[in-house]
C-alpha cells in the first residue's frame, strides 16, 4: 500500500513562503484525488486543496490565491506552494487520498507562522 511522507514545514515569518512536499512510496498515477489538509491546535481537521489526476484544482477560500497545490505523477510527488502565510495557517498539514476502499494520510508536518 502507497504511503505518503510530508515535507517542507518549518517556522517562518508572517508574509513568508513555504513549499510543502508529499513523497509517495508507491505511484501515484492512479490516484485520481490528492489533497492537502491541516489540523490547528483545538480546531477540526480541514480541506486546504485537492487536485485531480486532470489537474483540476479546489481551494479553501481562506486560502484561494496564496496557495498552489500541484502534482508530478513523474516524481510520485505532490507539492503545495504557500505564499503571503499567516499566523492563522499555524497548523500540521496533511496529505491525503481518498481510494476506492480505504483512505491514505501522511503523518503530517508542522508549518509555524510567527514573528
Known amino acids: 500500500q502507497v504511503q505518503f511522507v510530508e515535507s517542507g514545514g518549518g517556522l517562518v515569518q508572517p508574509g513568508g513562503s513555504l513549499r510543502l512536499s508529499c513523497g509517495a512510496s508507491g505511484s501515484i498515477y492512479d490516484i485520481h484525488v490528492m489533497a492537502w489538509y491541516r489540523q490547528a491546535p483545538g480546531k477540526q481537521r480541514e480541506l486546504v486543496a485537492r487536485i485531480t489526476s486532470g489537474g483540476t484544482t479546489n481551494y479553501a477560500d481562506s486560502v484561494k490565491g496564496r496557495f498552489t497545490i500541484s502534482r508530478d505523477n513523474a516524481k510520485n510527488t505532490v507539492y503545495l506552494q504557500m505564499n503571503s502565510l499567516q499566523p492563522e495557517d499555524t497548523a500540521v498539514y496533511y496529505c491525503?487520498?481518498?481510494?476506492?476502499?480505504?483512505?491514505?494520510w501522511g503523518q503530517g508536518t508542522q508549518v509555524t507562522v510567527s514573528s
Open positions: 491525503y487520498a481518498p481510494l476506492i476502499s480505504t483512505a491514505l
